[in-house]
C-alpha cells in the first residue's frame, strides 16, 4: 500500500509542475502535497518522506518564485535599465501571466502553457517601455531594454520550471533512501 500512495505523490507533483507551466503556484503546491504525505505516511515505511525533505521543497519553491520575478527586472537592469523601468517590467510581467491564463493559443494540449509564458514576457516588455519612456529614456534605447526584459522573464520562467523539476527528483531520492 505505501507503494501506491508514493506513487500517487509522484502523479500529484508532476501535475503540479505542469500548473507550474500554466503559470499557477504548482511548486508551492508540490510542498503542500509533500507535507500532506508527510503527515500521513509513518516514518517507518520505506517510502517515507521526513520534514528535511520538505523543507527543502520549501526552499526549492522560493528559490524558483525569486527567479522569476528577478528575471526579467536583472534584463532590464543589464541593459542599463531604470528602476522604474525593472518594475513596470515585475507588474507587466504579473499583469501579462495573469491575462495568459484567460487567452488561449490554438495549440492542441500546450496553448495555454504558450499564452501565460508568451503574454508573461510580453507584460515584462510593455512594463519595461512603460517604465522606460516614463524615466525619459528614448525610443530606441526602451525598446532594446523591452527586449532584455523580455527574454529574462522568459529565462526566469524555464528556471522556475527547472526547479520544479529538481523538486520532484528530490521527492523520488529522498523515498528511495
Same mark, same amino acid.
Given at each position: 500500500?505505501?507503494?501506491?500512495?508514493? =506513487?500517487?505523490?509522484?502523479?500529484?507533483?508532476?501535475?503540479?509542475?505542469? =500548473?507550474? !507551466?500554466?503559470?499557477? @503556484?504548482?511548486?508551492?503546491?508540490?510542498?503542500?502535497?509533500?507535507?500532506?504525505?508527510?503527515?500521513?505516511? @509513518?516514518? /517507518?515505511? @520505506?517510502? &517515507?518522506?521526513?520534514?528535511?525533505?520538505?523543507?527543502?521543497?520549501?526552499? =526549492?519553491?522560493?528559490?524558483?518564485?525569486? *527567479?522569476?520575478?528577478?528575471?526579467?527586472?536583472?534584463?532590464?537592469?543589464?541593459?542599463? $535599465?531604470?528602476?522604474?523601468?525593472?518594475?513596470?517590467?515585475?507588474?507587466?510581467?504579473?499583469?501579462? $501571466?495573469?491575462?495568459?491564463?484567460?487567452?488561449?493559443?490554438?495549440? @492542441? !494540449?500546450? $496553448?495555454?502553457?504558450?499564452?501565460?509564458? !508568451?503574454?508573461?514576457?510580453? $507584460?515584462?516588455?510593455?512594463?519595461?517601455?512603460?517604465?522606460?519612456?516614463?524615466?525619459? /529614456?528614448?525610443?530606441?534605447?526602451?525598446?532594446?531594454?523591452?527586449?532584455?526584459?523580455?527574454?529574462?522573464?522568459?529565462?526566469?520562467?524555464?528556471?522556475?520550471?527547472?526547479?520544479? &523539476? *529538481?523538486?520532484?527528483? *528530490?521527492?523520488? *531520492?529522498?523515498?528511495?533512501?
Amino acid at each position: 500500500m505505501a507503494i501506491i500512495f508514493a =506513487l500517487l505523490l509522484i502523479l500529484i507533483l508532476v501535475t503540479c509542475w505542469l =500548473l507550474t !507551466l500554466l503559470g499557477m @503556484p504548482g511548486n508551492w503546491l508540490m510542498v503542500a502535497a509533500a507535507a500532506v504525505y508527510a503527515c500521513l505516511v @509513518p516514518a /517507518q515505511s @520505506p517510502v &517515507a518522506l521526513g520534514w528535511k525533505t520538505v523543507a527543502a521543497l520549501l526552499v =526549492l519553491a522560493a528559490l524558483g518564485e525569486i *527567479v522569476e520575478l528577478l528575471a526579467g527586472a536583472m534584463g532590464v537592469a543589464k541593459a542599463g $535599465g531604470s528602476r522604474r523601468g525593472a518594475l513596470m517590467t515585475l507588474a507587466g510581467s504579473i499583469i501579462g $501571466g495573469i491575462v495568459g491564463i484567460f487567452v488561449g493559443v490554438p495549440i @492542441p !494540449l500546450i $496553448g495555454s502553457i504558450v499564452a501565460v509564458v !508568451l503574454f508573461a514576457g510580453l $507584460g515584462a516588455m510593455a512594463g519595461a517601455i512603460l517604465g522606460e519612456t516614463w524615466a525619459g /529614456q528614448d525610443a530606441d534605447t526602451s525598446w532594446r531594454i523591452a527586449k532584455l526584459a523580455f527574454w529574462g522573464r522568459l529565462a526566469g520562467t524555464l528556471g522556475k520550471v527547472i526547479l520544479g &523539476a *529538481v523538486m520532484i527528483a *528530490v521527492v523520488v *531520492v529522498a523515498m528511495l533512501m
